[in-house]
């Protein structure tokens, strides 16, 4: 099965990043996705001629039989460059479908705080839920990342979520 794990933040120390790593690493065939900060803006202008780190990343979904999305939370919500980045990946709206009409998905937020992103999460499950996506039961929020990250604890909720969507069989998009 192959994986596409895609992570939210720009920074080089990023916790979501290594958790992405992470979970990249438990999951046979996944691949890391280029940061997102390789994406230009959201253009609608430049929709008939997609920069190539678009294209790039469309193949990278389109390729793949689940995407993992990593985020941290912002504001209560994901971050502008995870919400460029789907915005870029939901489109074309209508005629040719999008790469995420009917993919499925895994959603995972994180944060140093004691909740977990979960607002972040649920966020990210509805703009993928309104760009067409196949949203998995597949969820993680984790709580205090910054000091969780090297922990067995998560080392098996990272499985047994990868466990969790390997098994989901995917329904019909
Ligand atoms: C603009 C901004 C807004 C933030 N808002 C939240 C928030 O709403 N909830 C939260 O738990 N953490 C919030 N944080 C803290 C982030 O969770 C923390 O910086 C985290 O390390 C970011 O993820 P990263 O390590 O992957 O870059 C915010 C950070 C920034 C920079």
């Known amino acids: 099965m192959s994986v596409l794990v895609i992570t939210g933040s720009a920074r080089q ?6 958790l992405g790593e992470q979970l990249a690493a438990a999951s046979p065939g996944a691949v890391l996705a280029p940061r997102l900060t390789e994406l230009p803006y ?23 039989d689940t995407v993992v999305f990593v ?3 912002y504001n209560g919500t994901i ?31 994180a944060s140093p705080g004691g909740v ?6 649920v966020s990210l499950r509805t ?12 969820r993680l929020s984790v709580s205090e990342v910054h000091v969780r990250l090297d922990d067995e604890t998560l080392a098996a909720e ?16």
Do not use: C, M
């Not at 703009?127 to 597949?138: C, D, K, P, R, S």
């Open 42 to 64: 959201f253009d609608q202008d430049l929709e008939g001629t997609p920069p190539g780190t678009v294209q790039q990343l469309r193949q990278q979904v389109l390729a793949a």
């Open 71 to 73: 985020t941290p939370e």
């Open 158 to 173: 990272l499985d047994a979520l990868v466990a969790g969507f390997s098994a989901e069989p995917a329904r019909a998009a």
């Open 13 to 18: 120390q990023s916790h979501t990043r290594r």
């Open 79 to 109: 971050p502008g460059l995870l919400a460029n980045a789907i915005d870029w990946l939901s489109r074309p709206y209508d005629g040719q479908p999008s790469v995420l009409r009917g993919k499925p998905v895994v959603t995972v937020a």
């Open 127 to 138: 703009v993928l839920g309104n760009a067409g996506a196949q949203l998995l039961e597949g």
């Open 116 to 121: 977990g992103g979960v607002r972040a999460l």
